[in-house]
């Protein structure tokens, strides 16, 4: 397993291009079983996830290669409608495939997702949307053995905003007889991307970037192309190590409207910010100052930045308080980033950070993608070395961060080895 070795207090100046979203790639390959063909997904991020849904449709008779950011998915050959428990275990998003499956074949047998880092994440809600369209649900042995003839179009009022249930129900619903009404849906840009992509296809979606959705049934669809947006939880992420590291940080190929919750923020703790339609520059302060985030659903704070949030707020000046109304259990780096010398503690589903003058650098265990990615920004600005453990986690999310954060003006080498 690989570690990355980091030597802290080096000033970021320069300039990153942000890749590809992961969360609406995840999303837009499954979509393309909706119809037979060949799909090319241009800007699509070299992930381990990635590389994760794409075994997982090839063991669904799709041929999927991704050359170069650009991946092309020829799904003429579907023979099979599972996704096992060997891929459900490895990554969450396997279960997009239960909406596509069961629109254009009429059935499906997929896992259920076992726990994750942080507590329990249910699928309830992407079950009952399925049987709202008429699918035959059946749980039995830890798969979710689903079933229809034709889905029938219905109404789906979600109780609690999810992304992953929306996108299923939307690729349920474009292929099912009559309309669906998607109440509450998701409005995160990758929901909305994957929406704008079903179009393309042929299907009929009205009220697109909104709440409330809806779907008129097409008897079938075609394939077609598309370009991934940009991802914004990376550019989040890298304008928050400029922000830690002192120095100017210029972001290329973003949509800065899709991370304004972010840039807010950061503007409140002291950075100075200058963008422009596809770029974000980043002037980072002298001192931070403590800022209290909330992490909400779409346009509010990401729960995925907020653990790279802890880690800028564990050298602000004050202190500042974390909360996550979405995981009340998202704190899995806070133990991390106190072997490092942060002063935080966690209090029900939020983290109090009192900001100290300084971290000093120690060997930190990655635990998910996120916490991962805090633990890097930690130690970018610790004193002396820092080891993070484990980065296989970060490969996840992040394609090659620890080359584009070197070209940024950081110390920071990938150690590949044993086990760590
Ligand atoms: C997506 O996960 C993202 N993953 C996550 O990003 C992100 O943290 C999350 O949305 C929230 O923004 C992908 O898009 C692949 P949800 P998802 O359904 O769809 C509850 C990352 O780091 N819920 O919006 O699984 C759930 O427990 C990953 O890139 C139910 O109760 O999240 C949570 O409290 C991590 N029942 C809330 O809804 C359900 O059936 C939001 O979850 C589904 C969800």
């Known amino acids: 397993m690989d570690k990355f070795v980091i030597h802290g207090g080096r000033t970021l100046n320069g300039s990153v291009a942000i890749g590809g979203a992961k969360n609406a790639t995840l999303a837009l390959m499954p979509a393309t079983i909706l119809a037979g063909g060949v799909s090319h997904l241009y800007n699509t991020p070299a992930l381990r996830d990635v590389n994760t849904m794409s075994v997982l449709l090839r063991t669904m008779g799709v041929v999927a290669e991704l050359n170069d950011h650009t991946l092309t998915l020829d799904t003429r050959g579907i023979n099979k409608f599972e996704a096992p428990y060997e891929h459900m275990k490895k990554m969450r998003a396997s279960i997009y495939v239960l909406g596509p499956l069961l629109a254009r074949f009429g059935q499906a047998k997929v896992s259920l997702p076992g726990g994750c880092a942080w507590g329990p994440r249910p699928v309830n809600l992407h079950i009952e949307a399925m049987r709202k369209l008429g699918a035959e649900i059946e749980l039995r042995e830890g798969y979710i053995y689903a079933k229809a003839t034709r889905l029938q179009g219905g109404r789906i009022h979600f109780d609690v905003s999810s992304v992953g249930a929306t996108g299923n129900a939307l690729m349920a619903a474009v292929l099912a007889r009559g309309t669906t009404l998607i109440e509450n849906a998701a409005i995160e840009p990758e929901i909305t991307q994957l929406a704008e992509f079903l179009v393309t296809m042929g299907g009929h979606i009205h009220g697109i970037g909104t709440s409330r959705l809806e779907i008129e049934g097409v008897a079938d669809l075609h394939v077609s192309d598309i370009t991934t947006i940009p991802d914004r939880i990376e550019a989040g992420t890298f304008l928050i190590a400029g922000a830690l590291c002192g120095g100017r940080t210029t972001l290329t190929r973003v949509i800065p409207a899709h991370l304004t919750a972010v840039t807010a923020k950061l503007e409140d703790a002291g950075a100075v910010l200058h963008t422009t339609t596809d770029t974000i520059t980043l002037t980072a302060p002298r001192k931070l100052v403590s800022v209290d985030v909330t992490a909400s659903i779409y346009p509010g704070f990401p729960t995925d930045m907020q653990a790279q949030w802890s880690a800028l707020m564990a050298v602000a000046d004050g202190t500042s308080v974390v909360t996550d109304s979405i995981y009340f259990d998202r704190f899995k780096h806070i133990p991390e980033l106190l072997r490092l010398g942060a002063d935080i503690?966690?209090?029900?589903?939020?983290?109090?950070?009192?900001?100290?003058?300084?971290?000093?650098?120690?060997?930190?265990?990655?635990t998910d993608l996120r916490a991962s990615a805090s633990l890097i920004l930690a130690g970018l600005i610790a004193r002396g070395t820092t080891e993070v453990l484990r980065v296989y986690h970060l490969d996840r999310g992040y394609e090659a961060i620890e080359k584009k954060l070197h070209a940024l003006g950081a110390d920071i080498e990938r150690v590949a080895g044993e086990e760590f």
């Open 345 to 366: 503690e966690v209090k029900d589903n939020a983290a109090v950070v009192r900001g100290v003058r300084s971290l000093t650098g120690a060997k930190v265990m990655s």
